[in-house]
């Protein structure tokens, strides 16, 4: 079988890390007999450069056409970049954004976990972090304050600026069911993050989320205050399987688990919608500091790939293949920059694909 | 001259590390001849239990004929108390919110430092921590999702939930001139954070924030987004002198903050307005599992109170006697049970509050 994969390899250290992660996939290919087709589309800066914006209804078009896409990071340096002179709506992030809603990809998912071999890297203490910690967070993407209606006007010669906030019960549902989901192929606890002692969005949020777990009898439900939530996660992150919640709650959270891992660069991303088509990512940023000089992790790309073959193309042995290679790259003593330490040997982005891809 | 003092006990711990504040004050006053006048002033579960309402108006009346008010904390056990039963706007925390917005509180300041005694309560790993760090956070109290119009409806058979951020220039001014304020009494560096890559809101924030800097050429100011600050109060706390930000982010960036420092006993807070009233409270909540077991640490609360007399009354001189205090009880070594570690003096919460009066 044929599988029609979308490659979006954006800005900054974009292309070097996703041509890393098609010769991971190029490997599998190869030893599982499979064939991926790779049509590239264009989004965020390298978009805006050739066409104006962020963006084309073509880009979104050929996006939808793929069985999943595979995307490096987007945007550049937002002070010294042309692109953040631009309207907001014309910027990378909106192409980004458009994109998500475009696919109706509501479901992210960001696992944040630490590697045993990586601990120094971790900014908590040892006794903190025990035997490591493994969670999840599920964020819904398509929602809330990200697509409410926003205004910026004048009312009696001052300016206001208006954004809000909305979550219909199915939206809400069909996040949850995601999270449920997950929570039986892992540890069997959601803990769902809210502000229901402020927001109404949340007490619907906390309403809907309890009578989903209702068909998940094995599943342990606890709710969490968000700003509760972003004490636990440094000062226990052990407590949490998966982490249940909100688009900007999700932001946030989600980017504070993954430096608590300590190795950001290590950690990929899923966004879903129902069936099997997604958009896979690392969860860091673009890098256009160092991007170009072959220094950069591609680790969290070539996940992103392992992702997608497992959540997209049902490929869970290939999928653990590359999950295993990229162990065992790291237990060979191979390091890029970012999470280079004594004793370990430094490798350029391009040497660490290969080292992977080797290994599968 | 004497000074009326609006004294909100709350609910859980809150009498008890209350009843050590007053004490501290009480030499205080001796010490530096003030009068303080005590008057009590219903708020959250304490107010519903005797009135039915988590603020009367006759309260709200009394705390503003007050020169400054100091709070415990206030809230019971969402799960097992019966004010968490009524509707949310009767709900205790209701009451905080009323208070802080009838009393026109906008500016939320909360530090967060690590004291050297308690360096081992800090989650981080010791090289990030260093020689410590010493933050505060200022908080917009009384605009955005907190104060916004917010319903629930139905709409062809589905139930959703809206809830609106707004802000209007002046009320962002007016915060982020306290945010420089401080910062030109501190290390002179604010940091502004928002999510101006996807909010309305957060670009008038922006904007706004950068032309009240136009009059504070010594401070430096940096821009951050919330996903990203959030992630950097765990990589390295030390860069951080003000925080500077709306309400949601600020009540979910100053709890992760506090967490860092591991002693939220130890974290008190001011809630400022124009001119020189205040009202002042732990950063910590109601804890009402060890209510009335004299365990909680007073030590927040105390703090408090020396916040309210820098801010309000102006008496730096007694605030630092108390701060010093505070200190030397430390180094003496005495510890509430949670704050205590091998070979100190475990004390009781009145012992604790004794101790520190002893000091100054
Ligand atoms: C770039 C930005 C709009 C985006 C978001 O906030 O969703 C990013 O932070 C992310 O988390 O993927
Ligand atoms: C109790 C709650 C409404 C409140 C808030 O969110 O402001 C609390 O978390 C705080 O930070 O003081």
């Known amino acids: 079988m044929s599988y029609k994969v979308g490659v979006i390899r954006g800005d900054g250290i974009g292309p070097e890390i996703v041509a890393e992660a098609l010769k991971v996939l190029d490997k599998v290919a190869e030893k599982y007999n499979e064939k991926f087709d790779y049509t590239d589309i264009l989004l965020g800066g390298a978009s805006i450069d050739a066409t104006g914006k962020p963006l084309t209804e073509e880009a979104l078009e050929t996006a939808k056409s793929c069985d999943a896409v595979l995307m490096g990071s987007i945007g550049g340096n937002t002070t010294t970049s042309p692109w953040y002179k631009l309207p907001a709506n014309l910027r990378p992030e909106a192409g980004l954004l458009a994109i998500r809603k475009g696919l109706g990809l509501f479901a992210n998912m960001r696992p944040a976990y630490l590697y045993e071999e990586l601990k120094d890297a971790c900014p908590l203490r040892e006794d903190i972090i025990g035997d490591g910690f493994d969670l999840v967070v ?14 910026t006007f004048e009312e009696d010669g001052v300016t206001k600026a208006v954004d809000t906030l909305t979550y219909s019960e ?8 995601r999270g449920f989901d997950i929570a039986m192929k892992r540890r069997k606890k959601v803990t769902s993050v809210d502000k229901a002692n402020v927001l109404d969005s949340s007490r619907l949020w906390r309403k809907v989320v309890n009578e989903v777990a209702q068909d998940y009898p094995e599943v342990e439900l606890e709710h969490m205050l968000v700003d509760n939530c972003a004490m636990q996660l440094v000062r226990d992150p052990k407590q949490f399987d998966v982490i249940l919640t909100e688009n900007m709650f999700g932001d946030i959270l989600s980017d504070e688990a993954s430096m608590v891992t300590g190795s950001i660069g290590m950690l990929s991303s899923a966004s879903l919608k129902e069936g099997s088509f997604g958009l896979y990512e690392p969860s860091h940023g673009s890098a256009p500091d160092i991007a170009g000089q072959n220094i950069a992790n591609p680790i969290a790309t070539i996940l992103s790939a392992s992702m997608l073959l497992r959540y997209s193309f049902n490929m869970d042995e290939a999928a653990d293949a590359v999950d295993h290679a990229v162990k065992q790259v790291l237990k060979d003593g191979y390091r890029t920059v970012d999470i280079m330490s004594e004793g370990m040997t430094k490798v350029g982005c391009k040497e660490m694909g290969t080292l992977i891809a080797e290994r599968i």
């Open 138 to 151: 599920m964020r819904e993407l398509t929602g809330g304050l990200y697509f409410g209606e926003r205004k």
């Open 170 to 177: 199915e939206e809400i549902r069909r996040i949850a069911v």
